[in-house]
């Protein structure tokens, strides 16, 4: 059994806040306020370049919404490319997939990778999901066409032909729902992402099993009442304790003993060694369902202010050196 030790709770660090104002979330997930509204593009505007080597796009700069066909249905992502990215070599593209019932500007914001994209010059994708709360579906494959895992395809595969994405350099983040639609791509072993990142929902499945190795980075808050550290049921259905799912990815990916770091009074890390993947986990005393550095989202509960899960998350995916 995996023992994830834990500390007292400490309010330590601060974090630059966002240039966005943000409001408080719903009871059932994290939402931050909602941004300006960003223009929308057709797909058909956008033109198409090989999926590798050179390429020469005038990108829109800002929030752009674009949209892909998903089996016959046109399905709608947010671009965020930052003003003076150059717009005739590839860049890193960084995916997040919102939180259920947020926006995908809302996320972007929330997160800080708008920040981030400026400050180390990457691509920020954020697709948007279905329904209403809007969210993922996580029971669908990729056997469906019309599936949340095909349009993963499909937004993949726009970013670098009309983006000038590198398509060597595509990590996946998820929030929450996000977070657990990330898992499912992560087992499904079939999407172009070099790593992925997640807080607040953790999920193994049997068909992870064939699933190759994957190198992620997870966060979660012991004191989450919306998906709870412990297990238990949430609105997308039940989960198991982090500490057992974190185990069977470690045993799936044959990592060795776990190395810790009490890096804050109220903040635990654990990084594994593995023979093809490399797997990091935060673990937050008394933390809720948040984004670890994030503005207060009092009804979500406590956002540590001791680590930035976005830092973190950059120099995980080896992206820091961009500055």
Request: net charge negative; glycine share 12%.
């Amino acid at each position: 059994m995996l023992l994830l030790r834990v500390r007292q709770t400490g309010a330590m660090g601060t974090r630059r806040w966002l240039a966005r104002g943000l409001a408080a979330v719903s009871v059932v997930v994290m939402l931050a306020a909602c941004t300006s509204g960003p223009d929308t593009k057709d797909q058909g505007e956008e033109p198409t370049f090989p999926p590798t080597g050179p390429c020469e796009v005038a990108s829109e700069r800002g929030d752009v919404v674009h949209k892909v066909d998903v089996g016959g249905d046109e399905r709608e992502y947010l671009l965020y490319a930052p003003k003076g990215l150059p717009t005739d070599e590839r860049i890193p593209v960084l995916y997040l997939f919102h939180g259920l019932g947020q926006e995908p500007e809302e996320a972007v914001a929330y997160a800080g990778l708008d920040e981030a994209a400026a400050e180390y010059g990457l691509i920020i994708v954020a697709p948007r999901g279905t329904g209403d709360p809007v969210g993922w579906d996580l029971d669908a494959g990729l056997d469906d066409p019309e599936s949340d895992l095909a349009f993963v395809d499909a937004v993949t595969t726009a970013a670098v032909e009309r983006h000038c994405g590198d398509p060597e350099q595509q990590y996946g983040v998820g929030i929450s729902n996000g977070s657990a639609l990330m898992f499912k791509v992560a087992c499904e072993g079939d999407a172009p992402f070099v790593a992925f990142a997640g807080a607040a929902y953790i999920s193994y499945g049997e068909e992870c099993g064939s699933a190759p190795p994957s190198s992620f980075i997870y966060f979660h808050g012991t004191a989450d009442a919306i998906v709870p550290y412990s297990g238990g049921q949430t609105a997308i259905g039940p989960v198991a304790p982090v500490a057992d799912t974190l185990q069977q990815w470690i045993a799936h990916d044959a990592c060795g003993e776990p190395t810790d770091e009490v890096l804050a009074k109220d903040v635990q890390q654990f990084e594994w060694a593995c023979p093809e993947s490399r797997i990091e986990a935060y673990v937050i005393d008394g933390g809720g369902h948040t984004w670890p550095g994030a503005p207060e989202l009092p009804a979500a509960g406590v956002t540590t202010r001791s680590i930035d899960a976005t830092e973190e998350v950059i120099t995980f995916f080896g992206l820091d050196d961009r500055k």
